[in-house]
Each structure stands twice: as structure tokens, then as C-alpha cells.
């Protein structure tokens, strides 16, 4: 696809919603960080998340990985991003005795990776044990994959999400992907979700589900950021950007910098970075402070450079699963 051709969709995909966008962002005058809201959730998060996935695991002493979760608060991250399949609850267990003295500064988010209703709900109820908490402010269908697991999804986790909701085990419900943007097109369309959480880069990951498994295509128009991301702003929901690295298979590629101000400059309440070392966290928000968006020029010229990448990462996140 030629970089014009990628204007026009961008213009006509996602142009209404930026003036919208801008509007809801402000700094924390005590910490200087920007925050954004949270689509039609009407929260105010930061406009980076502290990922609590395999790269906070990667902190293998507990107290430092907790130290990391503490520094990042301090400096102004107020969304925290774990899920039970991080270490199958190291990380939520983690998280929870933050949680225990900071609960009211933080925006938590959790999210499930069973399909079956009794699952999920003996999982949604543990998550709260491990949390130290009685209400978590988001619960996701964890890691969307093909048309056959939102069917699963569908029958199972939603309606256990639906349940919790109900009885305000959490304030929100939603959905994440990095696999397919067409199926999370389908399942952001088809109900009634509040956020969603996708791979939002410059190398515009993402790939088509057809007949006999997946299949790569090269052309950006079905990346989540030309074919899910509309629908959810359509809908006004609140949407985080994650995968903004690759993965680290753009790390090098790119400056870190670009690479994150790129997905900031999409129309995203928060991009979820992961920050396995103490000078990750210092960098990232150091970043995110100093934020401005990028000029649609350096933005062309970053996705030239990197869409090369785009079938080898499609390849890498057709199996992913960040545990």
C-alpha cells in the first residue's frame, strides 16, 4: 500500500475523532504527566500504562518488582495493566499488595483467558482475592484470537463479564487483541463493551483470519489501526494501545522515543508499555512528559521504514501469548 493511499484511510478513518480526542487531554500539575480520558468510561488515566505482563515478571525478586510498581506511581502512571495469565496470578498477587496502600491512585485493569462461564467467574472472584481488592475498575476478554474463540467467548466469559459487572466486581467490561483485527472488529461491533486494548504500532501489526488458519497480508488496511480502532471510537470506547515494541522486534528498528510517540499519537487513552528495568521506567515516562505528537511527515517516514516488519511480526503474533 503506498503511503498516499495510507493517508486517505487514516484521513477518513480516524480524522473525526482526533479534534473529539485532543479536547479530553490535560497534565497532572503535581506529577507533570498527561493524562487522557478513557473514552465513555469518563476515567482519567496517564497516558502510559505500566504493563504487568511477561516483562514485570521479568523482575524475578518480588520487592523489586514491586519497588518498580511504586516508582512508576510516584513518577505518575495511574493504569496498572495485569491479567491471571501473567504467571497464571504472580503478577495480580504482585499487584495486590500495591494495592493494599494505593488502591484510590490507581485505574486497575484484569483480564481473563478462560472461555467457560464457571471458569471465569472462579477466576473474576480470584482475581479480586489476589488483588486486595472487592471491585477492579476493568475485567477484558483476554487475547481475542479467531472468530472460533470469540463464539467460545461469547458463550462463556462475556456473560460471567456481564455477571461481574452487574454485581460491581468491576466497573467495566472489554476486549483485547493483538492476533486478528478483523475479529475484533466483529466483537467490538456486536456488543456492548466499554474498552478495548489492541496492537497499535507503526509497523501496523496485524493479519487476516481465512479458511485453513492464519493468513498474512501485507496490506495495512486490515491492521487494528484502519479496521478495529474506528469502530471502537465509533462507539466511544476507551481504547490503550499495547505492543507498541513488537514485542522488542522493533526495538533498534526505531528510535524508542518515535516508536512511542506514534502510538500517542494515535487517538488512545493510554499506550501499555512493559518496563523490565528500573531505567525503562525513568526513559518511558520521561517520554511520555515531554510528549508531543508526531508530525503526520515523521509518522509516513517511520511506517516506511518500518512496514517491512509487518509479515514477520504477523507471523510472531499469530501464537503469542504474553505470560
Not at 497534565?27 to 504527566?33: E, R
Not at 476478554?141 to 461469547?154: F, G, V, W, Y
Not at 466499554?194 to 491492521?223: E, F, W, Y
Request: net charge positive; charged share 25%; proline share 3%.
Amino acid at each position: 500500500m503506498s503511503l498516499s493511499r495510507r493517508s486517505f484511510l487514516e484521513s477518513t478513518a480516524l480524522a473525526p475523532f482526533f479534534a473529539e480526542f485532543a479536547a479530553g487531554m490535560a497534565v497532572d500539575k503535581k506529577t507533570g504527566m498527561p493524562t487522557r480520558t478513557l473514552g465513555k468510561t469518563g476515567a482519567t488515566v496517564s497516558c502510559v500504562a505500566f504493563g504487568c505482563g511477561s516483562r514485570f515478571l521479568s523482575y524475578k525478586e518480588e520487592y523489586k518488582a514491586l519497588e518498580a510498581v511504586n516508582k512508576a506511581i510516584d513518577l505518575g502512571v495511574t493504569y496498572l495493566d495485569t491479567a491471571f495469565g501473567y504467571g497464571n496470578g504472580v503478577s495480580e498477587t504482585r499487584i495486590g499488595k500495591v494495592l493494599k496502600t494505593r488502591r484510590k491512585e490507581v485505574w486497575v485493569a484484569t483480564k481473563i483467558n478462560k472461555r467457560g462461564y464457571d471458569e471465569s467467574m472462579a477466576l473474576i472472584e480470584g482475581s479480586l482475592k489476589r488483588l486486595q481488592t472487592d471491585q477492579v475498575d476493568l475485567i477484558h476478554i483476554h487475547s481475542l484470537t479467531n472468530m472460533d474463540d470469540l463464539k467460545a467467548a461469547e458463550n462463556g466469559l462475556l456473560k460471567a463479564l456481564y455477571k461481574a459487572k452487574e454485581q460491581k466486581m468491576t466497573r467495566f467490561i472489554g476486549v483485547t487483541s493483538h492476533t486478528d483485527p478483523l475479529v475484533l472488529k466483529t466483537a467490538l461491533e456486536r456488543h456492548d463493551l466499554d474498552c478495548t486494548q489492541m496492537a497499535l504500532n507503526a509497523a501496523h501489526v496485524g493479519m487476516r483470519n481465512g479458511k485453513g488458519g492464519m493468513v498474512i497480508n501485507p496490506d495495512m488496511k486490515d491492521s487494528f489501526e484502519l479496521t478495529a480502532l474506528p469502530v471502537a471510537l465509533k462507539k466511544k470506547m476507551g481504547v490503550t494501545a499495547m505492543k507498541i515494541f513488537g514485542q522488542e522486534g522493533l526495538v533498534g528498528k526505531a528510535p524508542i522515543d518515535k516508536l512511542i510517540r506514534y502510538s500517542l499519537s494515535l487517538p488512545v487513552a493510554s499506550a501499555v508499555l512493559g518496563m523490565p528495568k528500573v531505567e525503562h521506567i525513568e526513559e518511558d515516562i520521561r517520554i511520555a512528559k515531554a510528549f508531543q505528537p508526531l508530525p503526520k511527515k515523521d509518522k509516513d517516514a517511520l511506517v516506511k521504514d518500518l512496514l517491512p516488519m509487518k509479515a514477520e511480526l504477523d507471523r510472531f503474533f499469530a501464537n503469542h501469548v504474553d505470560a
